[in-house]
């Protein structure tokens, strides 16, 4: 019996055993595929590859009819044109950037290269050190020298018999000779301005030098517009010196309209003086109020027909007054009665109002 069990033991180990390399030759590790390169001229052996498994190494196809040189060709053109356009573009813009510089008020207006040396800001204030020994009655000690920007300026207070209009027709040249000894033919441009009894000349020197008056030209409106930004600034100073106390503190109206006006191109500024001066019961800031507020910021509302109101119960005869109440009524959609009021002020001789009609 032992010797059977041992004969069947012996038995099934030589079957495992003969299994055991056909198993491990079916389990055991797969051998890599064999990689090919693609060549298009040298189908492979065997079935042709399928579109769905592109080769490894395989390079991107040229289209029809096309080889790399030409391909070279056109790209290199592309690239030409793309870079011209580049170069185009920045020169628009920098064309653009010139056109501003030359116009705009934005920003100072810096020395020309082109001016001589005797115009610049220092030898400028030693010119006008010399005027005032020369000319004290002209240039006042309280002479001062603005270079702040091109070009420089004496600013000096200007006496006069009460006429703003003599400032302007003031012959400085004539009043000191030093003038024409010191600045020559340079071209000179006195900028005055007269607020209350008091009034203030900004005296500029353009100079002179090679190449200068082509410069002036094509900076012209640049220019101008710069003069009139420092003219109007000296003007508002003047006019906060003189008349901002008693228009914030004391109330005055008069001295509130003063402010206004100076303000001219300051719509906020000016709205706060108008609005000042109204409050003080000044028939015409209120009338200046109301129009600036319907057609300055276009807002024909309640509270421009309510100031324009204010403005025809403080002065009732005043046939511009009377008319701007009738405008903003015609803005309001209050045809009937805007044609009503300017009657009333045609009645009392605004002709203006006689040929009104409100089209809304």
Not at 30 to 53: C, F, K, R, W
Not at 115 to 133: R, T
Not at 169 to 175: K, L, P, Q
């Amino acid at each position: 019996m032992r010797t059977y069990l041992s004969y069947l033991i012996v038995l099934a180990i030589g079957a495992a055993l003969g299994a055991l390399p056909s198993y491990l030759s079916g389990s055991g590790p797969q051998t890599a595929p064999e990689l090919h390169a693609y060549n298009p001229t040298t189908p492979s052996s065997g079935a042709s590859p399928s579109t769905d498994s592109p080769s490894v190494s395989s390079a991107p196809a040229l289209p029809p009819g096309e080889s790399c040189d030409e391909s070279l060709i056109i790209t290199r053109q592309a690239l030409a044109r793309a870079i011209k356009e580049r170069d185009d573009a920045r020169a628009h813009n920098q064309a653009l950037t010139d056109l501003v510089e030359r116009t705009s008020a934005a920003t100072p207006m810096a020395f020309p290269a082109e001016l001589d040396e005797a115009f610049q800001p220092e030898h400028f204030a030693q010119m006008v050190d010399q005027l005032k020994e020369e000319c004290p009655d002209l240039f006042p000690p309280e002479t001062t020298v603005n270079c702040s920007e091109y070009p420089c300026a004496m600013e000096f207070p200007l006496e006069h018999e009460g006429d703003p209009q003599q400032a302007w027709r003031f012959d400085y040249r004539a009043a000191c000779p030093a003038i024409s000894t010191l600045f020559g033919h340079a071209r000179q441009q006195p900028m005055v301005n007269t607020v209350g009894d008091q009034t203030r000349v900004q005296y500029m020197v353009h100079g002179t030098g090679i190449g200068l008056d082509r410069y002036l030209e094509e900076h012209h409106q640049k220019l101008q517009n710069r003069i009139q930004q420092r003219w109007t600034a000296q003007r508002k100073a003047m006019a906060r010196e003189l008349h901002e106390d008693p228009c914030l503190i004391e109330g005055d109206a008069a001295a509130c309209r003063e402010l206004a006006n100076a303000h001219w191109n300051d719509a906020a500024e000016r709205e706060i003086y108008n609005q000042s001066a109204c409050d003080a019961d000044d028939a015409h800031a209120c009338n200046n109020l109301a129009w600036e507020r319907c057609y300055g910021a276009g807002q024909c509302d309640a509270t421009a027909e309510s100031i324009a109101r204010q403005a025809v119960e403080l002065a009732p005869e005043d046939g511009n007054i009377i008319h701007t109440l009738g405008v903003v009524l015609c803005q309001r959609g209050q045809a009937a009665a805007a044609a009503r009021t300017w009657q009333s002020a045609c009645d009392i001789g605004h002709d203006l109002s006689c040929t009104e009609i409100c089209g809304r």
